[in-house]
């Protein structure tokens, strides 16, 4: 007949986190003569809680479990268990720091970030949005509207580049009444644009090809493109956020 009496219990109980009782009047072969002089088998694990009253067992410091280790709620997740999985320092609170742009071109920049500056990163938008979408559901509203927001966001990324957004709305508005400055004004949109781009360090647009496709129709799209090349030469950054100046 099986009884209790002769059974060894392996672990103590309760020193585990999950709280079960110690039972009684039952050796633990811990205490037992000799436990500490007996040759390490292969295979066989020492069972003695490593919580155990920080106890250590053949000289060797116990190991936290994986789960209840130390930094978790016990018996649950592990707190940290994702944060420690990444590479990197914490995160520190608000903004997130601005990504490293690394170096423009085969030469790099000209000139320090501190030296040439800084200025305002401006909106990616679809092409063909910008071409044909928008003017459409506007009534042919919207190409002066691009225009003008167009102007504004290169004058902001590079203060270098002098222009009056107001001013160039007006030319492309009633300019047509004297002829001339529309064209001056599309003329000196795709300068702009280059000059924007020879600052981010990007490969730079042809003024005069944006000038013929502007007179066939087709300069917002060709310039929308263009733009957003110049925007995308900062991963990471958002719309009206500061990115350095590299030339």
Known sequence: MDTDEGRTTLTKQSATPHGFPEPHGQPDVHDQPGWSDRPHQ????DQRDPYHSGTESHGRT???HPIDGPGTSTGGFPIYAFRESLSGPAPEQGYPATPDYGTPGPHGPSGSVEDLGAGMLGKHR?????????PLITLGVYPFVWVYRTNRELAEYDQRIAVNPTLSLLAFLIGWVVIVPPFVAAWRLGARTRAAQHAAGVPETNPALAFVLF??????LFLQIELNRLWSR????VEGQQVPLYR
């Open 42 to 45: 292969p295979g066989l694990t």
């Open 62 to 64: 116990p190991e936290p």
């Open 126 to 134: 679809n092409p063909l949005a910008v071409w044909v979408g928008l």
């Open 215 to 220: 007179l066939i129709g087709f300069g917002p």
């Open 234 to 237: 900062y991963p990471g950054a």
